[in-house]
């Protein structure tokens, strides 16, 4: 039997009954909603009144939900998500653009010289990049995913692993001994080191076991980027304290030389994300398939352990 739409409540108060419930506040949900705390109020008494019950109990600053309110909220919530992604999915196959936000390292050493071969695979799709370390709020802003670095610890987005943040020191072969005698990873605090005072050669210094305290002074090229700071190791300007797996062409062509096999790890790793109700999106899966075989031919040759999970 057709449901009729005189059943269901008027969808201004449902809405507002969603956006209360999840907030369980009021002035937060009238916010959002861009309406005032009492029209919040009265939308939400009308859909009371509508039921026959009441869904929210009101005390003097707050206000909370009864058992029927908290039984109500995952229904009406997965109701609106389900509208979301209906509306998304027609919209995004419709539009043949993907846009892809991503931290600066990565958008620029390790994906823009990739995305080529992805656009020769979908011919059909435009790429847009954006290159830039905020984290972005899929819900206010266009982006489709996005590779992030950090603990992956993000509600409501898939996320799918890529490598750890992983550093070592890597030189142009200009800056090796030309008499063929080993560098230790003492010799490196008498040598020129680009950006000396960044954190990742003190660990990197610390995972080797040689104490930074005993560097000698010296003037220094400082650098705010991983890009710069590999430009500049690589017109042999001084040792940088770079992540190997996004210099990869220039360690295989020779450019740079990673004169030690040690590695030190940071605190969080990279991850391709995107939300939830976008799983199914077909664009969203060209990439995600895509960049995960790139990946995996990557961790295959790789000899740091940075493609094995912590």
């Known amino acids: 039997?057709?449901?009729?739409?005189?059943?269901?409540?008027?969808?201004?108060?449902?809405?507002?009954?969603?956006?209360?419930?999840?907030?369980?506040?009021?002035?937060?949900?009238?916010?959002?909603?861009?309406?005032?705390?009492?029209?919040?109020s009265y939308q939400i008494r009308l859909l009371e009144e509508r039921l026959g019950t009441r869904l929210f109990l009101r005390e003097a600053?707050?206000?909370?939900?009864?058992?029927?309110?908290?039984?109500?909220?995952?229904?009406?919530?997965?109701?609106?998500?389900?509208?979301v992604a209906a509306f998304a999915h027609a919209r995004e196959e419709a539009g043949g653009i993907l846009r892809i936000t991503a931290v600066n390292?990565?958008?620029?050493?390790?994906?823009a010289p990739r995305l080529g071969s992805f656009q020769m695979r979908q011919r059909d799709l435009a790429v847009s990049l954006d290159a830039d370390n905020r984290i972005v709020e899929f819900a206010r802003e266009e982006f489709d995913c996005a590779i992030r670095s950090g603990d992956g610890n993000w509600p409501g987005l898939t996320k799918h692993f890529l490598f750890r943040v992983h550093f070592t020191p890597l030189c142009s072969p200009s800056l090796l001994p030309t008499d063929g005698s080993p560098l230790t990873p003492a010799d490196l605090l008498h040598q020129p080191r680009l950006s000396p005072q960044d954190s990742w050669w003190r660990e990197w210094f610390a995972t080797v076991g040689v104490d930074v305290a005993d560097a000698p002074a010296r003037a220094s090229i400082r650098l705010d980027s991983q890009a710069i700071e590999g430009a500049a190791a690589i017109a042999g300007q001084g040792f940088a304290v770079l992540a190997p797996a996004l210099w990869q062409a220039e360690l295989a062509s020779g450019r740079l030389v990673q004169p030690f096999s040690q590695v030190a790890f940071g605190t969080g790793s990279f991850w391709l994300v995107y939300p939830e109700y976008k799983r199914n999106t077909a664009k969203i899966r060209a990439f995600r398939d895509w960049l995960l075989e790139g990946i995996a031919e990557h961790a295959a040759t790789d000899m740091t352990g940075a493609f094995t999970p912590a």
């Open 1 to 40: 039997m057709a449901l009729s739409t005189s059943t269901l409540p008027p969808l201004t108060a449902v809405r507002a009954f969603e956006a209360a419930a999840r907030h369980e506040s009021f002035t937060r949900a009238a916010a959002e909603l861009g309406m005032t705390q009492a029209a919040v």
């Open 61 to 83: 600053r707050r206000v909370t939900l009864t058992d029927v309110g908290r039984r109500l909220s995952p229904a009406v919530s997965g109701a609106f998500e389900a509208l």
């Open 105 to 111: 390292s990565f958008a620029a050493l390790w994906l």
